[in-house]
């Protein structure tokens, strides 16, 4: 679908030299701040998002004539993939993966530019004309090349479009709850359904190693709290130690579980009777062993912890994670500090905070989003696309 990969650590997946120059200029960036990171991510986003459309298209026509399938589900950041199916007009569903402004709502949403911002992150007016312009560039060249590819290798189906909002005309699927305030989309005929999350029900343990593991962390204090960063922003390992330092100075009943990527070795310091390092964790296991979060505002992060009412500390870097931080925010799920100003006093305080009132909001949207999930999302899925195709 695109030339990045990430199975789970990104610093530590296999890929191509520019791909991994990209992955440390990203990185880089988001120790200057939320605008700096959202325009590196603005600058790879071709290189990123929409690498190879027609080599996509040859290989989405062979599969279909080898497999054959009723219809398709595509993650909506797979742009070469939807412009494919719509070329060779092959059914689809769309699943976004991320907050659901990431399919324009209005021709002036812009993809890149968070529609909202946490109190703790107010970029300057001038910053955010910057980004802006930047993802206007990015629309109208990603609108261009859709056209272009269309043009060649489908020039009797409807054009595409605007790039970023090409989505399935039967059904959308947000991984995110449904809060009143988000957006709407323009009456079109499609079905949008707001899953809430993508839990499994039936959750594995990890085993008995992190069953010793916590047994051995309890014995020690009496909270626990989990600190995970994401697959790319584990690489903070800066922030991660300022963390744990803030969670012990400020919690001295708190251990920590800690999520480091690739930055393991260089946290190994910390290790002890109430702190746990490790390059990855089972993350939704432990959320229903843990007392609070700290974690960047990723959706997936976001809408396991609401799921399993674990009160969170969220420090948004780049993507969506400020919309995301805003929603948590106004929904008093969560608290939300700014990672680039940071101090260890602000973050233990904030723990501290959380460990003794959780947030007003996530009992009521915890039984909420429970209620949906993978087989609420599937059933109404299977409906929306094995029903009468609807009119746009």
Not at 80 to 106: D, I
Request: net charge positive.
């Amino acid at each position: 679908m695109t030339r990045n990969a990430n199975t789970g650590v990104a610093r530590s997946t296999r890929q191509g030299v520019r791909e991994s120059e990209r992955l440390e200029e990203f990185i880089g960036s988001t120790r200057e701040g939320p605008i700096p990171a959202l325009l590196t991510q603005s600058r790879h986003r071709g290189e990123d998002m929409l690498a190879d459309p027609e080599k996509v298209l040859a290989e989405m026509r062979n599969l279909q004539e080898r497999l054959v399938p009723d219809w398709f589900v595509v993650d909506q950041l797979s742009y070469s993939v939807t412009l494919a199916l719509h070329c060779l007009g092959l059914p689809f569903a769309t699943f976004c993966p991320g907050h659901p402004t990431y399919l324009p709502h209005s021709p002036e949403a812009l993809f890149g530019v968070p529609y909202a911002w946490p109190r703790a992150v107010r970029p300057a007016a001038r910053e955010l004309a910057e980004l802006r312009q930047a993802a206007l560039g990015n629309d109208l060249a990603f609108t261009e090349r859709f056209a272009a590819v269309a043009r060649r290798h489908a020039p009797r189906v409807q054009a595409p479009g605007r790039a970023f909002a090409l989505a399935s005309r039967r059904a959308v699927v947000f991984n995110y709850p449904r809060f009143s305030w988000l957006p709407k989309h323009r009456p079109s005929g499609v079905r949008f359904l707001h899953g809430g999350h993508c839990v499994s029900p039936e959750e594995k343990g990890p085993g008995n190693e992190w069953e010793g593991v916590l047994s051995r962390l309890r014995s020690s204090a009496r909270r626990l709290v989990l600190i995970a960063l994401g697959t790319f922003l584990s690489a903070r390992d800066d922030v991660l130690a300022l963390l744990i330092r803030g969670i012990l100075a400020h919690c001295p009943d708190a251990a920590v579980v800690v999520a480091a990527g690739e930055g393991a070795p260089r946290l190994a310091e910390f290790a002890g009777p109430k702190v746990h390092v490790a390059r990855v964790v089972p993350q939704r296991w432990l959320l229903s062993r843990v007392d609070a979060m700290v974690h960047h505002g990723g959706n997936n992060s976001f809408t396991e912890c609401v799921t399993s009412a674990t009160p969170a500390l969220i420090l948004p870097f780049s993507s969506d994670q400020f919309s995301i931080a805003h929603d948590a925010e106004r929904a008093r799920l969560a608290t939300c500090l700014n990672p680039a100003t940071l101090t260890e006093d602000e973050a233990g305080a904030a723990v501290r905070e959380l460990l003794d009132h959780v947030p007003e909001g996530l009992p009521r949207w915890s039984e909420a989003v429970r209620r949906r999930g993978p087989r609420w999302t599937a059933a109404r899925l299977l409906d929306a696309m094995e029903s009468p195709a609807r009119s746009r």
